[in-house]
C-alpha cells in the first residue's frame, strides 16, 4: 500500500533554480527516505533522515521533516540538467520489514 | 566496487513462456528484495528474503517465484508470463530492514 503521497507529481524548472519536492505520510515513522530514479534506471538512495532529526543536509541536498505534520520536503537547490529524474520517498511506517513508497514527484530541469 | 548486478538488463519473452531474473550483490546484505515498477510508478514489492527468511507480500501472484540459494545470489521465476507482467524488475539490498536500500540497474521484461 501507498504510504507517501508527493506533490508535485511533476515539475520543470530552469537549469539553477531551486527545485522543492514534498512527501507527506499517514502512519508514524522511524525513519524516512529519499532516492533518485533516471530514466529507466534503478533507484538510487539520496538521504535518510530519522524521526528525531528536523533537517538533514548532504551536497546541494536539503531535506526537512516534520513529524507533527506528517511530511517532509527534498529541495534540490543550483539544480543542474543531471537532476533530471524521479523522486520518491519512502517510509518505513513503524512496519518490521519494508518501506512505504509515494508515487514520485519527475523533475524536469530545462537548459 | 560493492554493488547489485542485475541480468539480463533486457528480456523479452513470449506469452507464457518461463522466465528466470538474476540479481547479485557484492554488499553481503542481509536483505534482498524484489520489486515490480510499471510506468514510472512507484516500485512494488513482491518479496524479500531475511538470509534464508522468505517473505511473499499478500498480493504477489502465485505466477511469481524466488530462490535465493546463497547470500549472493537471488531469482525471480515467473513461471508464465502474461502481458500484465511486462515491468521493470528491480533487485534491492540492505543489512537490515528499512535501513537504506541498494538497487540493480533493473531488468526490463517485454511479454510478446
Known amino acids: 500500500s501507498q504510504q507517501g503521497e508527493e506533490d508535485p507529481q511533476a515539475l520543470s524548472i530552469q537549469e539553477g533554480e531551486n527545485a522543492t519536492m514534498n512527501c507527506s505520510y499517514k502512519t508514524s515513522i522511524n525513519n524516512l527516505q529519499w532516492y533518485r530514479q533516471n530514466s529507466g534506471r534503478g533507484l538510487v538512495h539520496l538521504i535518510l533522515?530519522?524521526?528525531n532529526e528536523r533537517e538533514k543536509h548532504s551536497g546541494r541536498l536539503r531535506v526537512t521533516l516534520d513529524t507533527s505534520k506528517k511530511s517532509s520536503s527534498l529541495l534540490i537547490t543550483a539544480s543542474r540538467a543531471a537532476d533530471t529524474a524521479s523522486y520518491f520517498c519512502a517510509t518505513d511506517g513503524r512496519s518490521n520489514y519494508q518501506l512505504i513508497w509515494g508515487a514520485g514527484t519527475k523533475l524536469i530541469i530545462k537548459p | 566496487d560493492a554493488m547489485v548486478i542485475q541480468n539480463p538488463r533486457y528480456q523479452v519473452t513470449q506469452f507464457g513462456k518461463p522466465v528466470t531474473l538474476s540479481c547479485s550483490q557484492t554488499l553481503n546484505h542481509n536483505v534482498m528484495y524484489w520489486y515490480q515498477q510499471k510506468s514510472s510508478q512507484a516500485p512494488k514489492l513482491l518479496f524479500h528474503y531475511y538470509d534464508k527468511d522468505f517473505n511473499n507480500e499478500a498480493d504477489t501472484p502465485d505466477n511469481f517465484q524466488s530462490r535465493r540459494p546463497n547470500t549472493s545470489f537471488c531469482f525471480l521465476d515467473i513461471r508464465s508470463p502474461g502481458l500484465g507482467d511486462a515491468a521493470m524488475y528491480l533487485c534491492?539490498?540492505?543489512?537490515?530492514?528499512?535501513?537504506?536500500?541498494?538497487f540493480g540497474p533493473g531488468t526490463r521484461l517485454t511479454v510478446l
Open positions: 534491492a539490498t540492505s543489512m537490515r530492514h528499512t535501513d537504506e536500500q541498494f
Open positions: 533522515i530519522r524521526s
